[in-house]
């Protein structure tokens, strides 16, 4: 469904005093006029066939493909001329909207710090620039450094889009990724940190995935013309990346590759995935020299994530478990598993994370998700608990393994994005920042979850925000949305 735009009855039910609402009564000339629209653009039709597995298919505007074409562009550009032609009578309320929206950001803003071994690694915002700066000190009370301005980057550039970033094991070097045109081909820089100056080689065409495994090897994935992530290479500093090798190759067109440290960074771990499929290879991260091993291989329908700790291998599959469970295996046998998390048909696995002395686990029952906290060493388990009913959770880098401390972010229909901690040990939450909005007060608002039943008694899942005090005469307007894609 397409959005129309607002009337004044519905503008009208913004809170009242917030900061930056719109003045009312809407001016008419901000409503739809029943103007004579602007003749929309006709895209031609071009004959053109495919035929695969013995089935033909027809497909008249398969030359718009071709997005170098000068009448593919043409074309693009008469579609967005009627778009604005189309909506020139909104263009005041778009800038009243956009204003409205700012105003209630912070302009200056920063990460919270994200701690790597003795260092503290965040980014910042500052007022009018467009782009986060990276930053990090050696300690809370340590002069910040400046990592990455991505402004100074953006100079001269019609886009600009950081890809991947990593600090090398002895965080010396930052190897980062940019996009500079919009169409996913990357180049790869590395930064000498102690100087500030950008090494030499410079590599094009590649992904937004990389992995150091020692102070100077590095790996990286390229990508074919159709920007495919297709082959794993290994750089050396200091080294022409003409020189550089190629470790895999992924033929497959239907395949793409990415490239992960494990947290304990024992592991280079390369995931070829499809769809519905995925096979895993991998390399010492003391050896990475070595060939890249295959460690769970593609089985159609098959899908594999994986982790390390000590000398094992953490394992989340749908392998004979539509819902998924968890395996465990030895280095030395990455085949040999024992179920360490059953499957279960009310409870969909999503995701894992393993630290020291502890596996996380994410999972959704009821349609909520849940984070639920396995003790690796005395093998007690429990849930992580959340102050409100409803929620979403977003999994956080946690990239340090010998940690008890898990961070994670939730956010309500009620509560911003609010970054929290999680002592999985002392089983305590600890917010350490909640994303400030500029004349909101959560107060005046409640939130509530409930099941109802379908048609077929099937319950779904009901999450119901509103302003307090609640009338229950029917007489408030409702917004109702569904949806039920992708396990939601």
């Not at 001269?156 to 600090?167: K, M």
């Not at 990239?399 to 401390?405: A, I, L, M, N, R």
């Amino acid at each position: 469904m397409r959005d129309k735009p607002e009337s004044a009855d519905r503008l009208r039910r913004l809170p009242a005093g917030a900061a930056g609402a719109l003045s009312l009564p809407v001016p008419s000339r901000y409503r739809p006029k029943p103007v004579a629209d602007p003749e929309p653009p006709r895209a031609r039709s071009v004959p053109w066939f495919e035929e695969r597995h013995r089935d033909v298919r027809e497909d008249e505007f398969h030359w718009l493909r071709n997005r170098w074409d000068p009448s593919v562009l043409a074309y693009l550009r008469a579609e967005n001329s009627y778009a604005d032609a189309a909506m020139a009578h909104t263009h005041s309320l778009q800038e009243q909207l956009f204003r409205e929206l700012v105003g209630r950001t912070e302009e200056a803003d920063a990460s919270v710090p994200e701690p790597l071994d003795e260092w503290l690694y965040y980014t910042r915002i500052e007022p009018g620039r467009q782009y986060p700066v990276y930053c990090r000190k050696r300690g809370a009370d340590a002069p910040e450094e400046t990592l990455l301005d991505l402004n100074h980057l953006a100079t001269g550039h019609p886009h600009l889009r950081l890809g991947a970033s990593e600090p090398s094991p002895d965080h010396r070097y930052l190897a980062f990724a940019v996009d500079f045109s919009g169409d996913e081909a990357h180049t790869l820089f590395i930064r000498d940190l102690a100087t500030g100056a950008l090494l030499p080689e410079r590599i094009g065409s590649v992904a937004a995935s990389l992995a150091w495994a020692d102070d100077r090897s590095l790996f990286y994935v390229v990508v074919d013309e159709a920007r495919r992530p297709c082959a794993l290479v290994r750089h050396r500093l200091g080294t022409d990346p003409a020189d550089d090798i190629l470790v895999y190759a992924e033929e497959d067109e239907a395949f793409a590759l990415e490239v992960a440290r494990s947290r304990s960074r024992r592991w280079i771990f390369l995931e070829s995935a499809s769809g519905s499929t995925t096979e895993i290879r991998g390399i010492r991260a003391d050896r990475p020299e070595d060939e890249a091993v295959v460690l769970l291989e593609r089985e159609p329908g098959v899908e594999y994530a994986i982790a390390h700790r000590g000398d094992r291998f953490y394992i989340l599959t749908n392998r004979e478990a539509e819902n998924f469970r968890i395996l465990e295996s030895p280095e030395s046998e990455p085949r040999a598993w024992r179920e360490l998390v059953p499957h279960r048909s009310a409870v969909k696995l999503d995701g894992l994370d393993v630290f020291r002395d502890h596996l996380v686990i994410w999972e959704r029952e009821d349609g909520l998700p849940r984070v639920r906290i396995v003790d690796l060493v005395g093998r007690a388990e429990h849930r992580v608990e959340l102050p409100e009913a409803a929620y979403t959770i977003h999994r956080a880098a946690n990239p340090e393994f010998d940690t008890s401390v898990l961070r994670l972010a939730y956010a309500s229909l009620v509560t911003p994005l609010t970054v929290c901690d999680y002592d999985m040990t002392a089983r305590a939450l600890t917010v350490r920042k909640r994303t400030s909005v500029r004349g909101y007060d959560p107060s005046r608002y409640r939130a509530e979850r409930f099941t109802t039943p379908a048609a077929d008694g099937t319950g779904v899942p009901v999450s119901l925000v509103y302003r307090w005090p609640f009338p229950l005469d029917g007489s408030r307007p409702a917004l109702l949305l569904g949806y039920g894609a992708y396990g939601a």
